[in-house]
């Protein structure tokens, strides 16, 4: 099973609650939508960007949408107490259930 693993800081200069992280996570994800609709001319507009520069925008708001993501995994670790990691092996389970994954074991 191929994995990527990635590491980010819990946000310290913020507050946030289930419900602004939640809106936050949205939000990130629109602007995400909104720059492959832009940059791969699916809007309709004449947008000029080179394919470099376009995969550029698409990570930065990819790693903007996983940030927002990882500060709500510490709003529910923190304040309602869940297991993260307990969670990932749920997730994993059913990604094999569902048949999107084949976990090989050693």
Do not use: W
Request: aromatic letters at 4%.
């Amino acid at each position: 099973m191929r994995t990527k693993t990635i590491s980010l800081p819990r946000l310290n200069r913020l507050t946030p609650t289930l419900e602004s992280t939640a809106l936050k996570l949205m939000e990130e994800a629109g602007e995400l939508a909104e720059a492959i609709g832009k940059l791969r001319g699916l809007s309709g507009e004449a947008f000029q960007v080179d394919e470099e520069e376009t995969v550029a925008i698409i990570m930065s708001e990819l790693l903007d949408v996983a940030q927002t993501a990882v500060s709500m995994m510490f709003v529910l670790e923190e304040n309602y107490q869940v297991d993260i990691e307990e969670a990932v092996e749920k997730h994993i389970n059913k990604l094999c259930r569902k048949g999107y994954l084949v976990k090989y074991v050693k």
